[in-house]
Nanobody, 124 residues
Framework: QVQLVESGGGLVQAGGSLRLSCAAS????????MGWFRQAPGKEREFVAG????????YYGDFVKGRFTISRDNAKNTVYLQMNSLKPEDTAVYYC?????????????????WGQGTQVTVSS
């Protein structure tokens, strides 16, 4: 089992920045692909960003590419999401997730473990 705990969410004005962190328990963090998803009220959970086990490959949802950057530090068992140029439509609960498979996926059901989420609110 892997436990994931997100932090770094909060209230920010449009155009501002936040950095989310996801701390993972366990000794096999580097075996997992990691991803960030978000869910706004009344909407389905959607893929934000993903990263391969070592960090050499990254993937982004079309709506955030160029503004967000995912990274990981396996020595710290932590994955990050740097969010710049935030927009009100970025407002959502952001979830960290871990995927045991060897292939990238942006599908919610392909991820094995989930954090409890952190709220990001972007005001205009």
């Amino acid at each position: 089992q892997v436990q994931l705990v997100e932090s770094g969410g909060g209230l920010v004005q449009a155009g501002g920045s936040l950095r989310l962190s996801c701390a993972a328990s366990g000794r096999t963090f580097s075996n997992y692909r990691m991803g960030w998803f978000r869910q706004a009220p009344g909407k389905e959970r959607e893929f934000v960003a993903g990263i391969s086990r070592i960090g050499g490959n990254t993937y982004y949802g079309d709506f955030v590419k160029g503004r967000f950057t995912i990274s990981r530090d396996n020595a710290k068992n932590t994955v990050y999401l740097q969010m710049n140029s935030l927009k009100p439509e970025d407002t959502a609960v952001y979830y960290c997730a871990a995927d045991w498979s060897r292939t990238h996926s942006d599908v919610v059901d392909d991820y094995d473990y989930w954090g409890q989420g952190t709220q990001v609110t972007v005001s205009s």
